[in-house]
């Protein structure tokens, strides 16, 4: 969430690189994500190869944004 809080669009790949983990691994990450209304599906085409990127939805900003602050709290030590 972090890569997508930081960046207007970012595609699978570009994802996959950064984040180093298999395409099975990340594409279940994603598909719990977009089910939950946290980031958005782009597909579309560069040429004749598909395109998907991602972005971040409002609801996915304010979650991630929750627990910044929950994990901001807890090194405090404060509620």
């Known amino acids: 969430m972090s890569i997508l809080a930081a ?3 970012v595609s ?3 994802l996959k690189q950064m984040l180093e983990v298999t395409d099975g691994n990340l594409a279940t990450h994603l598909v719990n994500l977009e ?3 946290l980031i ?3 597909k579309g085409f560069i040429g004749r190869k598909t395109n998907t990127t991602y972005s971040i939805t409002r ?11 929950a994990l901001e709290r807890m090194i405090r030590g404060t509620k």
């Open 7 to 9: 960046n207007e669009e």
């Open 12 to 14: 699978f790949n570009d």
């Open 35 to 37: 089910e939950n209304s």
């Open 40 to 42: 958005k599906v782009h």
């Open 59 to 69: 609801a996915g900003e304010k979650a991630f944004n929750d627990h910044i602050q």
